[in-house]
C-alpha cells in the first residue's frame, strides 16, 4: 500500500493513457480479436488491473461489403468518415481502422479530422523492416492484393511485395469473405492457403507472409506456414497499445 492505493496502481496513472478510437465491425470476429489483443497488450504492460481506453464505433459491414463490390468507394469513405468524426468528438485521440481493405479510403478520412489515423500498413512495414525483410508475399480481399492502396504503402518503405496468381486470389477471397468473415475455419480452406503460401516462397522467392486481412490470423498461425508469419492484426493491435501509452 502506497498512501492508501495498492501498488499496482503506481505502475502507470491510467490518465497518461491516450483513448483509443476503434472503427470496427468489419468484420466483427477480427474486430474481437483487436480488443483482446489491445488489453492483453496494456495489461502485460503495466499489470494489475489495468485495461485500455477504448472507444470502439462498429458499423454494419454488409453495407460497407455491397459498397466494394460496386466500387462506391467514396460512399464507404463518407460512412467511415462519419464514425471517425464521431469518434473523436467523443474524445478519441488517434483512429484505429480495424480492417486493411478499408485502409483504402484511409486519406479521404484523415482529411476530415483532427487527430491522427495509426495506418496498418506503415505499421506492417516497420516490423518487417525490423526483422530485415525485404521483399513479402500479401495475402487479402483481391482489393488489398491486386490495387496499389496498400503496396504502394509498403514499397515507400523499401519492400518487395508479391502476391498470388489469378487464380489464387480467387480463392484467398472467396475463403475471406464466405468463411472467415461469418466465422467459419476449414481445415481445406487452410491447407490451400498454405499451398498459395508455399508456392510464392518457391517461385517467387519470398522471405515472408503478410496476413493482410484482418480475419486471415483466424485461419493460418506460424505453425501452418513455410514463411514467417506477420499477422497485420496483432501488428496493428501492438502499435495501437504503443501509441496509447506513449503519453
Known sequence: MLNGFPKCFWRKDRNDMKMIGLIGGMSWESTVTYYQLINEAVKEKLGGLHSAKILLYSVDFAQIEQYQISGMWEQSAELLTDAAK??????????????????KVAPQIQKALHIPILHIADATADVLLARGIRKTALLGTKYTM???FYKSCLMKHGIEVVI????EIEIVNRVIYEELCVGIISEASRRKYCEIIDRLKREADAEAVILGCTEIGLLIKPENSVLTVFDTTRIHAEAAVAEALNG
Open 146 to 148: 491486386t490495387q496499389d
Open 164 to 167: 498470388p496468381n489469378r487464380q
Open 86 to 103: 464521431s469518434l473523436e468528438v467523443a474524445g478519441a485521440d488517434f483512429i484505429v481502422i480495424c480492417t486493411n481493405t478499408m485502409h
